[in-house]
């Protein structure tokens, strides 16, 4: 463990910030191709996500003893950036190992200059320790310091739901997220998946949220026998809930408009006893491959794949001809900051907007498409009011064919009972220590 470990994390950060590469599979990119060990694997982990999430602290904390250099190199930047986060917020590291390495990188890659900059840097700081948030006056701007959320975002999360609770969710955004997988009910239980994978090695427990759901707390479940086999799928247990909204029914026919890469549309097939006909779209063809290859991995057979904007779909299906359809719209995805931090510092105001225009865009089309009686459910995972009430309270404003659901809440799990409104579910990170996720659901009248 050490320098090739620091120095693939560096990579790994220059690659997502200048590139807008995905931490996610990145990370999982560079494990392989290094071969790193499960302790390797760890750190690196931990150095990734743990940098990205605190960025703009560590950005902070590193200001003053940077201010004079007018230009650093991006991998410079991260590999301070890196230790200063070692330092902070890793224990089991020692300061002087931490700068070491650090320089031993920076002479590999740079020159004796960067060399001694860095050293210098790191110094200074072990020497005097980082600034205070103290210095901070404005609550709203010493919030996003501290947690590391651009302040546009705590602006408009603090209008929308108060300070406090925006305190809540921003703290809740630097946990890393648990791995939580859903047990393929068509083959087998969940106490059988738990033994085979206690057998494998793997530490995992139940949801005490969703019936069919477990966690790891030890072990990346895509490595086991029991994924390989398609004994379990992996998804956070936020997004399980959109399928007991949906509750389709054996031989019915649904359609899932924006499905990739497949997580609901299986979850509702196993839901359906692999029965029926589900119709699942993505606009883009390499996506399609992915619900393709989850069905087959799964063994689920009732899943029609096409590619199509699902802006469309009213032109191409016939009207009134699907008993249920979910549109698990594009968002602006600020309710998974936990897996994916890289988001809440590529957002903008205007892609919410954008994207607003867009949900309420694929419902209107997918609307023609239910039967009377129908249910049409609207899910994101986001937090954000425009994106989630407001294009709910938009769509029934603009079809008053369709009432909200409010039958919703005797199909959901009893641990997501509380968060039923009228005819949707907001989920904020913190109520479940889990996505943040909102569900609107609604029925045609007959």
């Not at 890289?342 to 209107?364: F, G, M, P």
């Amino acid at each position: 463990m050490g320098n090739n470990v620091r120095e693939a994390a560096v990579e790994v950060l220059v690659q997502v910030e200048k590139q807008g590469a995905y931490s996610n599979l990145l990370i999982n990119s560079t494990i392989e191709k290094n071969r790193f060990s499960s302790l390797d694997a760890s750190l690196l982990t931990e150095l990734c996500y743990g940098t990205m999430q605190r960025r703009m602290t560590l950005d902070f904390f590193l200001k003053p003893f940077i201010k004079k250099q007018k230009r650093i190199d991006p991998w410079v930047q991260q590999l301070l950036r890196i230790s200063v986060y070692q330092f902070v917020f890793l224990d089991k590291i020692p300061d002087h190992a931490i700068i070491h390495q650090a320089v031993n990188i920076a002479k590999r890659r740079g020159n004796k200059g960067i060399s001694g900059f860095i050293n210098g840097v790191l110094r200074s700081i072990q020497r005097e320790g980082v600034p205070s948030f103290d210095t901070i006056q404005d609550p709203i701007e010493r919030l996003s310091i501290e947690t590391s959320h651009p302040i546009w975002l705590v602006k408009r999360w603090v209008d929308q739901y108060g300070f406090d609770i925006t305190r809540q969710m921003c703290e809740e955004n630097l946990n890393p997220s648990k791995q939580t997988a859903r047990v393929n009910t068509l083959h087998t239980t969940v106490d059988c998946v738990l033994k085979e994978l206690e057998r494998e090695g793997f530490h995992v427990e139940k949801s005490r949220t969703i019936p069919e759901a477990i966690k790891s707390v030890r072990g990346n479940l895509v490595k086991s026998k029991a994924f390989q086999k398609g004994s379990i799928t992996i998804q956070d247990e936020s997004s399980m809930i959109v399928a007991y909204c949906v509750a389709p029914k054996e031989n019915e026919k649904i359609l899932d408009t924006c499905a990739a890469p497949g997580g609901k549309t299986t979850h509702m097939a196993e839901k359906m006893n692999n029965q029926g006909e589900i119709f699942a779209l993505d606009i883009h063809k390499h996506k399609i491959k992915l619900i393709q290859e989850n069905a087959k991995r799964l063994h689920i057979t009732n899943i029609h794949t096409r590619q199509m904007d699902a802006r469309e779909v009213g032109q191409q299906f016939e009207k009134e001809s699907f008993d249920r359809i979910l549109v698990d719209a594009p968002c602006s995805g600020l309710g998974v900051l936990k897996g994916k931090p890289e988001i809440k510092y590529s957002k903008t105001e205007e892609d919410i907007k954008r994207l607003a225009k867009i949900q309420i865009n694929i419902l209107q089309s997918a609307a023609q498409l239910v039967k009377p009686g129908g249910i049409l459910v609207y899910s994101t995972c986001t937090v954000d009011k425009e994106e989630n009430e407001g294009v709910a309270k938009k769509f029934l404003q603009l079809n008053p064919d369709f009432i909200g659901d409010t039958e919703i809440v005797d199909r959901v799990p009893e641990k997501i009972k509380p968060f039923v409104r009228e005819y949707d579910i907001e989920l904020l990170p913190q109520n479940l220590h889990s996505d943040g996720f909102y569900i609107a659901c609604f029925r045609k009248k007959r």
